[in-house]
């Protein structure tokens, strides 16, 4: 069950000349999140899954793809009872609101850092809402599953080792994550290897990258018009993938695709 579930498509993003493998199978998670939850299977219309998106809602992002994939009666239905939980906890917070004194010399006072503190408790409330969401946390925990793979095939699967020593690298998040996982899972022996590969590796793409945005830009120069675009056509989306870990360039994902 493994293997079907996580092995196949592993190998399928590191398969599919990516720029990044993980970026790859986050977006067909996602996606398959939203077929999940508004999809021909009416998975919004059971009571377990309702209860779960009444509580958590959507970040901003995905709100923006529920919106799109065009199920207007679903996303109605989600939104109908998730906002009756939300004036709930509104009428709660409002009735245990109370200012909080501030000195003449707070008035004036910032620290660093403090933008990221909340002065009342519907700051912080309202702030929480802004990183709730039920797709994020259906693909995450997913997500987990299968950088847990990876590490396992890179230890056991010649073929997953391989494609990655020759793949494009990944977005800077991954690579992050990857970094930090390989810390966390190698055993020493291990671990400098894993890293002989996966740091030049990010170095040779990362300049890929920049060539090509170098290239593109140059094109707009009358000098070069003439010239092959090579490799740069792309270079702005490929580009922000590889800084951010995102497709810019894709249409929003319907139900009627």
Known sequence: MKEKLYTIPLMDAFRSGDECPFCYIERSLE???LDFVLGPGASYMEEDIRAE?????????????VYDYGNRLGTGLILKTHFQKLNKELDEQ?????PSHTSFMGRFKKNKGEEASHSTSIGAWAASKKESCYICDY????YQRYLDTFFEMYRKNPELKELFKNSKGFCIPHFGELADEANRVLPDKEKQEFYDILLPLMKENMQRIYEDLDWFCDKFDYRYKDADWKTSKDALPRGIQKAAGSYPADPPYTQDR
């Open 94 to 98: 409002i009735k245990m609101f109370a």
């Open 139 to 142: 693909y995450r925990s997913t």
């Open 53 to 65: 998106t009444d509580a958590l809602g959507f970040c901003r992002a995905h709100y923006k793809k």
């Open 31 to 33: 996606q398959h999140a």
